[in-house]
């Protein structure tokens, strides 16, 4: 049963105080802010989100570099070809743990990442060229990207993330959705 839009908001601000809780319980503030734009593959064809992200303590030289790693919060909205004509908006919110590698000893301005988390939707994604068995799913991610600023507090990258739930609820076509993001890092 698709959710009204006051039902979805609902939704995303409950799931998203659920999520943050433990977080603000233990008096963590994010180390980064973000905002992502983008488009997708077969019917989805607008998507911008929200998210935050939190560094974790563990760092590793390796490889010439250093990785770390995170765990991100967002939430996207995804506008999609609806089946029968127009278009539809759907709510995704994501919990991706990421791991970085920071090329130069961990002193390059340039990495990459990538992480594998999780993601639900206010419903199974439909569109006239394929459709979601779930409306729960896995998130894979991979970026390229580059800080900037005097105190390297900004960022761009290029960002890649497929969505599906790895055949566990069938049909299970999955899709694509490319972005660029902007983070403030505090």
């Known amino acids: 049963m698709p959710f009204t839009s006051p039902t ?9 105080a659920v999520l943050a809780a433990p977080a603000a319980a233990q008096g963590l503030r994010p180390s980064a802010a973000f905002f992502q734009t983008g488009g997708g593959d077969d019917g989805v064809s607008a998507t911008a989100s929200l998210g935050a992200s939190w560094d974790w303590a563990w760092r590793q030289a390796a490889l010439g570099g250093e990785f770390s790693a995170a765990t991100e919060l967002v939430a996207t909205l995804l506008q999609a070809d609806r089946v029968g004509g127009g278009q539809r908006t759907y709510v995704q919110l994501g919990l991706v743990p990421v791991l970085r590698y920071r090329f130069g000893a961990g002193r390059s301005p340039w990495f990459v990442e990538g992480g594998i988390g999780l ?13 979601q068995g779930s409306a729960w799913n ?16 900004h ?19 999955g899709f694509d959705m490319f972005f660029v993001r902007y983070a403030a890092r505090f």
């Open 8 to 16: 979805r908001l609902l939704l995303v601000a409950a799931t998203s």
């Open 155 to 173: 960022e761009l990258s290029l960002r890649w993330q497929h969505t599906s739930n790895a055949g566990i609820q069938e049909p299970n076509p």
């Open 138 to 153: 896995f998130s894979d991610n991979l970026a390229v990207g580059r800080n900037f600023g005097a105190r390297n507090e």
């Open 119 to 131: 993601s639900v939707m206010d419903r199974k994604l439909e569109t006239p060229e394929k459709s």
